[in-house]
């Protein structure tokens, strides 16, 4: 099977970096399955969790507060305001990440930009209901 390059990179350290089979995106237009040969793009990433398969054909996931995506014919790279393997994903993470958002959301005056913020609160709460938190 065919692969690419996949990188997630957030300020504080490469969380993944090697061949992969696919990579499953929460981007801002819909969830998004990339593998080999897509179509070059850029896309901004909404919170949520980024399924890989790599070369060997394990999973691995991660979650993400939010980002930008660069995809290529051979790769994928990912740089993400935060990102977090499972082991360091927590219920009572995921309440900070959603009070933030709150926080944030209560100094927005556009209803655009309110309807934004719910939306990432109800990824959020997905996310928990995913991982059984």
Same mark, same amino acid.
């Given at each position: 099977? &065919?692969?690419? *390059?996949?990188? @997630?990179?957030?300020?504080? $350290?490469?969380?993944? +970096? ?5 990579? !499953? ?19 901004? @990433? ?18 993400? %507060? ?5 995809? /290529?014919?051979?790769?994928? +790279? ?12 927590? %219920?009572?993470? *995921?309440?900070?990440? /959603? #009070? $933030? ?5 209560? &100094? !927005?005056?556009?209803?655009? +930009? $309110?309807?934004?913020?719910?939306? &990432? /609160?109800? %990824? #959020? ?5 995913? *991982?059984?938190?």
């Amino acid at each position: 099977m &065919a692969t690419l *390059l996949f990188e @997630l990179i957030s300020p504080e $350290r490469v969380l993944f +970096s090697g061949d992969v089979r696919g990579v !499953m995106l929460p981007a801002t237009e819909g969830d998004m399955t990339v593998m080999a040969g897509h179509e070059p793009t850029m896309v901004m @990433l909404n919170p949520g969790i980024i399924a890989v398969t790599d070369s060997q054909g394990h999973g691995h996931r991660a979650f993400v %507060r939010g980002g930008f995506v660069q995809i /290529i014919n051979t790769g994928v +790279s990912v740089l993400a305001e935060l990102a977090l393997p499972p082991e360091e994903l927590t %219920r009572d993470r *995921l309440d900070e990440e /959603i #009070l $933030r958002l709150e926080t944030m959301r209560e &100094a !927005m005056r556009e209803d655009k +930009s $309110r309807r934004e913020a719910d939306f &990432a /609160i109800g %990824r #959020l709460e997905q996310v928990k209901t995913t *991982l059984s938190f």
